[in-house]
């Protein structure tokens, strides 16, 4: 058997590099073309092309059809008029037409070639591990573009319009749609700061050192202005979501950084667009004025808020849309994907911020549509964007590759390395200097590792490429140039700092992220604290984001879910939502590894009425919370919280130790048993009578409301031994009297000690109500006590015992 497996193994691994051979050869057809073009009517031009047939008197053989179709005219006889001979064409058995179908085989089979190399690098582990996926991909694009351009072809060239209408879209929709909220908004303001001020730190401390470079005499490049060396900073300076996705997502990265890097890299999109049009615009102009820059900062907002704007409609539209699709379930996916895809259209055409857009109706529509659909919508939208956006981010490092071979490059050594050094450079003081202003107002700091992975991860991707793509020769004359240097920072960030990462955030022992489940414990004290903090927010008088979350919550839950969530989801409570949506999980995760019979068996019908939708009645009112509900809250608190009600040991605010009295505990009790017995022998062999005692409770009563009645007095040498029981402090008679008489009734002599001290009176100290009388020692546990319970051999009269008779020891 271990022969068989070590020979299977090589052809195991075999098999990807097969099919790497079938889609290169699935692909010559491409080296007879012109390769992929972005207008389908432009792609080729099919005038003369004539199909191959297959003659049918001649069965077998191929015959390419000519050039002169008057040759294949054969006569024929015509019974009509046997003077003139009529000619027809054979009848074309098998015809070979590539034109027809050459756009959608060519964009199928490079679709094709990404799923067989996703599919290669993940069944060969050792490859991927140490070389990231995106590195491979690209390596890939260069050896296709380089065996197309080897046979005297042309490559295809990854068109703007291509990228940005039909690539992008999926990978951002993708990271909005499944975005961690929570983190996300927790460290919105970090964002914003990296997004923004950063951005726009690179773009001009970039710009601006290459225009200082630019105007050094020798390096070639004095044609080059100030406009221009902006616009290619604005270009070079954002952080690439695809990039940034491709990468941290093999590394496992903690949450915080996470969030941090890929956030930064979904909201300065708004920057990078107003600086791209706003440099390019300015490079048109004679004179740049005031107005011009006011105009231009404000665009930036417009921009923006315009995408989130434009969004968040189209997410309601679609919220509210997929409230009435209970009856067709099919179509549900459809509506998000729409609409979505409309959004970032609609902000395309104003040109807003497509990807800002993308992400508002992402985040707004998912809570509602989640609560509409059904559970195999569900999954269909997750499975289907995941796949559409793993397709996206594949094609476009392999075209990044093509490109880079298909397109005409500018080498200069002075611009390049600059750009290069500069990059790195700004990219580390810009991190360096927000993270000093941040870390001022931040709870959890930023620690030094954390900022060396921010600035680390800071990867150049796709989107500066075609944005310098769409440069135009007439205003750029060094567009050629601008695309090599980008290019090579591309390659750089992708190929050393994405395949360093790893290494280094294991160097660095950097917290990676843990794949833990969340459970009803941790919902319900998440809950708790976000309403303690909001508590203590408005005692204290500061309106935090707690404040004005637990706002839009309030106004969500009253107005917002009632309007886009059908049926009586929208007055469902959160924990039990939660619980449905973790039971649906649960259980699927068991049909699917197979454990049937560790199903639960009372599924909730409540979590299962989106699969099998029944027909509610037409006017029906529900309570805000009805018994049911409460009797399943009941349940879940009692199946997931932990045993609060355990009986715990002792607990002491500085330690947890073990009780040292703990196994003397029943001995303990058994001794004071004994004590109260003594006690109760005693009074009744007296002459003094005893008054009747009253309840613990009572006494405590009267005692704390005049504990100065009952001061303990000091001791004296010369007094009897009296002994005052402040259970019954009404009358002096309610002593117990000790004296000699009763010493000479003993058949012991009295001990050396009450010889030396005679009599003395103490009185009782009175327990506290808090206190435990076990562990507190009495006076019976003394010798005499124990001499006189040998020797008392008639006590008298005993009166049965009360029950709940106190018991208060004497105090030595």
């Known amino acids: 058997m271990q022969a068989k497996g070590s020979r299977g193994a090589p052809s195991l691994r075999a098999v990807p590099f097969l099919f790497l051979v079938a889609a290169l050869l699935g692909l010559l057809p491409l080296l007879h073309s012109h ?16 199909p191959a047939i297959i003659s049918g008197s001649e069965p077998g053989v191929i015959t390419a059809a000519p050039l002169d179709v008057s040759q294949e005219i054969r006569p024929l006889p015509n019974h009509s008029s046997p003077g003139h001979a009529k000619y027809r064409k054979a009848f074309p058995v098998l015809g070979i037409d590539y034109t027809h179908v050459r756009i959608p085989f060519e964009i199928s089979l490079w679709i094709l070639l990404a799923c067989l190399m996703k599919l290669g690098f993940h069944v060969i582990p050792s490859v991927s591990s140490i070389v990231p996926e995106s590195c491979l991909l690209i390596v890939v694009g260069l050896l296709v573009g380089g065996l197309i351009k080897g046979v005297g072809e042309s490559p295809p060239i990854l068109k703007s319009d291509i ?9 951002i929709l993708d ?8 983190q996300f908004t927790e460290n919105l303001g970090t964002i914003l700061i990296f997004a923004v001020v950063g951005t726009l730190w690179n773009a001009f401390f970039l710009g601006g050192l290459m225009y200082a470079v630019c105007q050094i005499s020798g390096t070639g490049l004095n044609d080059i202005g100030l406009l221009a060396n902006l616009l290619f900073g604005s270009i070079i300076s954002a952080v690439d979501p695809v990039a940034v996705l491709a990468v941290f997502e093999e590394i496992h990265i903690n949450e915080l950084l996470h969030i941090l890097v890929f956030g930064e890299s979904l909201l300065n999109d708004a920057v990078t667009v107003v600086l791209y049009h706003l440099f390019e615009e300015f490079a048109n102009f004679e004179q740049v004025t005031v107005t011009d820059i006011i105009l231009g900062f404000l665009s930036f907002f417009v921009v923006s808020l315009g995408g989130v704007f434009v969004g968040v409609i189209y997410g309601v539209i679609a919220a509210f849309t997929s409230r009435f699709t209970s009856h067709i379930r099919v179509i549900e996916p459809l509506f998000v994907f729409l609409y979505s895809y409309m959004a970032y259209l609609s902000a395309e055409l104003f040109h807003l911020s497509g ?5 508002a109706s992402g985040v707004v529509m998912r809570p509602y549509v989640e609560a509409n659909i059904s559970h195999k919508s569900h999954t269909t939208i997750k499975y289907f964007l995941k796949m559409w956006s793993s397709v996206s981010e594949t094609l476009i490092f392999i075209f990044l590759g093509v490109s880079t071979v298909a397109g005409r490059h500018y080498w200069n050594w002075t611009f390049i390395i600059s750009t290069l050094i500069f990059c790195l450079i700004a990219r580390v003081l810009g991190v360096l200097g927000l993270t000093w202003f941040i870390n001022k107002f931040r709870i959890v700091k930023l620690t030094p590792k954390d900022q060396f992975i921010i600035a680390y991860g800071g990867l150049r991707g796709a989107i500066a490429f075609s944005l310098g793509y769409l440069l135009d020769y007439e205003h750029f004359g060094m567009r050629d140039m601008f695309l090599t240097a980008i290019i090579t920072v591309i390659f750089f960030t992708v190929f050393v700092q994405g395949m360093t990462i790893r290494p280094l955030v294991d160097l660095l022992a950097v917290k990676k992220k843990q794949e833990t489940k969340r459970s009803i414990n941790e919902e319900i004290h ?4 976000d309403h303690l903090l909001t508590g203590i927010e408005d005692i204290c008088g500061h309106y935090g984001h707690h404040h004005w979350k637990d706002k839009l919550n309030r106004f969500n839950k009253k107005y917002v879910k009632k309007c886009l969530i059908a049926g009586e989801r929208s007055k469902e409570p959160q ?5 449905h949506k973790m039971e649906m999980k649960q259980a699927i995760e068991l049909v699917e590894s197979g454990g049937l019979g560790k199903i639960p068996s009372a599924i909730s019908t409540v979590s299962m009425q989106n699969i099998n939708p029944k027909t509610l009645p037409v006017k029906r009112i529900l309570p805000a919370l009805s018994k049911d509900k409460e009797e399943e809250i009941r349940k879940i608190l009692r199946n997931n919280l932990q045993k609060t009600r355990q009986r715990l040991r002792s607990y002491n605010r500085h330690t947890l130790v073990a009780d040292p009295y703990e196994e003397a505990w029943n001995q303990m009790l058994l001794r004071r048993q004994k004590a109260r017995q003594l006690e109760q022998k005693i009074n009744n062999y007296l002459t003094v009578p005893a008054h009747k005692l009253d309840s613990p409770t009572m006494s405590r009563a009267r005692i704390g409301s005049d504990p100065l009645a009952y001061e303990p007095k000091s001791d004296s040498g010369n007094l009897p031994i009296i002994t005052v029981d402040p259970a019954s402090p009404q009358s002096p008679e309610s002593v117990d009297l000790v004296n000699e008489e009763l010493k000479g009734m003993s058949c012991l002599p009295p001990s050396p000690e009450e010889d030396e001290e005679g009599l003395v009176m103490r009185v009782k100290d009175p327990s506290s109500p808090g206190t435990d009388d076990v562990f507190t020692p009495g006076a019976s546990d003394s010798p005499s006590n124990q001499r006189i319970m040998r020797c008392l051999s008639d006590p008298g009269p005993q009166p049965e015992p009360e029950e709940g008779e106190p018991f208060i020891p004497k105090g030595k």
């Open 526 to 529: 998440t809950q708790f604290l």
């Open 575 to 579: 924990l039990i939502a939660f619980y």
């Open 35 to 50: 390769g992929l073009q972005s207008n389908p009517m432009m792609a080729s031009e099919p005038p003369h092309h004539y």
């Open 355 to 359: 990807i800002m857009a993308l992400i």
């Open 163 to 171: 990228f940005f209408l039909f690539l992008l879209p999926p990978i």
């Open 175 to 182: 990271a909005g749609y499944f975005l961690p909220l929570r």
